[in-house]
């Protein structure tokens, strides 16, 4: 049975997105991720997943494959329901930065103020912290690492979550140690939104966020979901898949209940990486863009992984409020989170100064994809399809570098004074620098206006003009003071 359904599951279905709109090279680049995904189905027995590619406010990309269902052999399509298990956390946490937002909640604050089952936690020692808000939300809470255990109380009632909480609940050590990844302290931090917003999480997550972003196929209650577009679970065993068991709703959905489709979940992604770059503008009304760009934000201490990881360098990771933050040469900042349960297997990744995030679910026990879709990240990223969105520069920025040109033209540095930090005739002197610009100019001859400035930082650049004889590049870096000023004015041999 098992092979049958393998056949029909390696199959590929057709683009939902029209090819169309895609350019060359993104055809291109996502001609070169599918076989990362075929392999990965074949390798790991997947009956059925659909990955997707979400960029500059589109589902630009979406392939599904497979059955979601090995009975009915039910093809899985962009609006098949998975389950994304602990990706749910992310929705957890901007619900409670809402309730911060709106005052009801402080991030600093015991969670015993909101959980009053909390009061009566045991600590390991007599110097322990109180557990705060920010703890549960970033995994420094302390406690007890509950993987795989946490994933089987989906279905627990919230009267024994009370239960636990009050008299059963374990602390590993001390909050603020180190970084312990908790499902139950993301339960808890559904118990809070609970309490403070005075309905359920689940209830305040979709009026809040999932019924304003039109995810009307999103939602915690597995019973609620269409029997035709299920994603039915499994564990391969025995050659054969088995299916596993459905767990919830209940108070630990807050930490992996989810479920919702590609065509959802990537109004979702596009929402939530519209909140970059930083801008002038109205706001959404859901949260605001600065509260939704907290979430990226490292809270706990920063491992470093190993060069043997996809992107070819080392590379950095936290975890945040939901998220887990990195840092590596390729992809530059991003973050990321997985989601596994019994059944299912899920991983996000976003490349927040690109606009671009890629996700996939599968319908197999624990199907681990962050590997895969990480290096689909790398390959999207090196395929040059997908450029770093543009780094807008200060108007005194643009303004200083017309202001070079007149140092240059001048062949004096002092042609401009005011536009000098006072570090900078201190640093190296007028005689020097105008020496330097002289011997520029027996090279390059006279210079026009400056080319537009591209740079990865509002307050920096290295300007070029075009020159008689070749271009003139000048680094600069405006100082931290009012009125602008450069504390670094560098002209740099051609």
Same mark, same amino acid.
């Given at each position: 049975?098992?092979?049958?359904?393998?056949?029909?599951?390696?199959?590929?279905?057709?683009?939902?997105?029209? &090819?169309?709109?895609?350019?060359?090279?993104?055809?291109?680049?996502?001609?070169?991720?599918?076989?990362?995904?075929?392999?990965?189905? $074949?390798?790991?027995?997947?009956?059925?997943?659909?990955?997707?590619?979400?960029?500059?406010?589109?589902?630009?990309?979406?392939?599904?494959?497979?059955?979601?269902?090995?009975?009915?052999?039910?093809?899985?399509?962009?609006?098949?329901?998975? $389950?994304?298990?602990?990706?749910?956390?992310?929705?957890?946490?901007?619900?409670?930065?809402?309730?911060?937002?709106?005052?009801?909640?402080?991030?600093?604050?015991?969670?015993?103020?909101?959980?009053?089952?909390?009061? &009566?936690?045991?600590?390991?020692?007599?110097?322990?912290?109180?557990?705060?808000?920010?703890?549960?939300?970033?995994?420094? &809470?302390?406690?007890?690492?509950?993987?795989?255990?946490?994933?089987?109380?989906?279905?627990?009632?919230?009267?024994?979550?009370?239960?636990?909480?009050?008299?059963?609940?374990?602390?590993?050590?001390?909050?603020?140690?180190?970084?312990?990844?908790?499902?139950?302290?993301?339960?808890?931090?559904? $118990?809070?939104?609970?309490?403070?917003?005075?309905?359920?999480?689940?209830?305040?997550?979709?009026?809040?966020?999932?019924?304003?972003?039109?995810?009307?196929?999103?939602?915690?209650?597995?019973?609620?979901?269409?029997?035709?577009?299920?994603?039915?679970?499994?564990?391969?065993?025995?050659?054969?898949?088995?299916?596993?068991?459905?767990?919830?709703?209940?108070?630990?959905?807050?930490?992996?209940?989810?479920?919702?489709?590609?065509?959802?979940?990537?109004?979702?992604?596009?929402?939530?990486?519209?909140?970059?770059?930083?801008?002038?503008?109205?706001?959404?009304?859901?949260?605001?863009?600065?509260?939704? @760009?907290?979430?990226?934000?490292?809270?706990?201490?920063?491992?470093?992984?190993?060069?043997?990881?996809?992107?070819?360098?080392?590379?950095?990771?936290?975890?945040?409020?939901?998220?887990?933050?990195?840092?590596?040469?390729?992809?530059?900042?991003?973050?990321?989170?997985?989601?596994?349960?019994?059944?299912?297997?899920?991983?996000?990744?976003?490349? $927040?100064? @690109?606009?671009?995030?890629?996700?996939?679910?599968?319908?197999?026990?624990?199907?681990?994809?962050?590997?895969?879709?990480?290096?689909?990240?790398?390959?999207?990223?090196?395929?040059?399809?997908?450029?770093?969105?543009?780094?807008?520069?200060?108007?005194?920025?643009?303004?200083?570098?017309?202001?070079?040109?007149?140092?240059?033209?001048?062949?004096?540095?002092?042609?401009?004074?005011?536009?000098?930090?006072?570090?900078?005739?201190?640093?190296?002197?007028?005689?020097?620098?105008?020496?330097?610009?002289?011997?520029?100019?027996?090279?390059?001859?006279?210079?026009?206006?400056?080319?537009?400035?591209?740079?990865?930082?509002?307050?920096?650049?290295?300007?070029?003009?075009?020159?008689?004889?070749?271009?003139? @590049?000048?680094?600069?870096?405006?100082?931290?003071?009012?009125?602008?000023?450069?504390?670094?004015?560098?002209?740099?041999?051609?």
């Amino acid at each position: 049975m098992g092979r049958q359904i393998w056949v029909a599951a390696a199959v590929l279905l057709g683009l939902v997105v029209p &090819a169309s709109a895609q350019t060359d090279a993104q055809k291109a680049a996502f001609a070169a991720i599918d076989p990362l995904f075929e392999k990965f189905m $074949r390798d790991e027995h997947v009956p059925g997943q659909v990955y997707g590619v979400v960029a500059d406010g589109k589902l630009v990309y979406v392939r599904a494959a497979g059955v979601q269902d090995t009975r009915t052999k039910t093809p899985v399509t962009a609006d098949t329901v998975f $389950r994304i298990a602990s990706m749910s956390k992310n929705f957890t946490a901007l619900a409670a930065l809402k309730l911060r937002d709106q005052g009801k909640l402080s991030f600093d604050a015991p969670a015993e103020s909101y959980i009053p089952e909390l009061k &009566a936690l045991k600590y390991p020692t007599s110097d322990s912290p109180k557990i705060t808000v920010r703890d549960l939300l970033s995994h420094s &809470a302390g406690l007890v690492t509950d993987n795989p255990w946490g994933d089987r109380q989906l279905a627990m009632s919230e009267s024994d979550f009370s239960r636990l909480v009050a008299h059963d609940l374990r602390l590993a050590q001390p909050a603020g140690m180190e970084y312990s990844y908790s499902n139950t302290g993301y339960a808890l931090a559904g $118990r809070l939104v609970t309490n403070v917003s005075g309905q359920n999480y689940a209830d305040y997550i979709t009026a809040n966020f999932l019924k304003p972003l039109g995810m009307t196929s999103t939602s915690y209650d597995f019973s609620k979901v269409p029997a035709a577009r299920r994603a039915i679970g499994y564990r391969w065993q025995d050659d054969s898949w088995i299916e596993e068991p459905i767990l919830g709703p209940g108070p630990y959905g807050a930490m992996g209940g989810l479920m919702t489709t590609a065509n959802d979940y990537a109004k979702y992604l596009a929402w939530e990486l519209a909140a970059w770059p930083p801008r002038d503008g109205p706001e959404d009304g859901i949260l605001k863009r600065a509260s939704v @760009r907290e979430i990226q934000r490292p809270l706990t201490y920063a491992v470093a992984l190993p060069s043997g990881d996809p992107a070819g360098c080392a590379r950095t990771v936290s975890y945040g409020l939901g998220t887990i933050p990195g840092y590596d040469c390729v992809l530059g900042f991003h973050f990321s989170h997985s989601g596994g349960l019994p059944g299912y297997g899920s991983f996000v990744l976003l490349l $927040r100064d @690109r606009g671009v995030a890629i996700f996939g679910f599968a319908n197999r026990r624990y199907a681990a994809q962050s590997d895969v879709i990480r290096e689909a990240a790398v390959r999207l990223v090196k395929s040059g399809a997908f450029p770093p969105r543009p780094v807008q520069p200060n108007p005194d920025l643009q303004a200083a570098a017309a202001r070079v040109a007149k140092i240059y033209a001048a062949g004096d540095v002092l042609a401009e004074p005011g536009l000098l930090a006072m570090n900078v005739l201190l640093d190296q002197d007028a005689e020097h620098r105008n020496s330097q610009i002289a011997k520029l100019k027996t090279t390059l001859g006279s210079c026009g206006a400056a080319e537009p400035i591209k740079t990865g930082s509002p307050v920096a650049a290295t300007i070029t003009y075009p020159c008689e004889h070749g271009t003139l @590049r000048v680094r600069v870096l405006l100082a931290p003071t009012l009125p602008a000023s450069l504390q670094t004015l560098d002209f740099l041999a051609p």
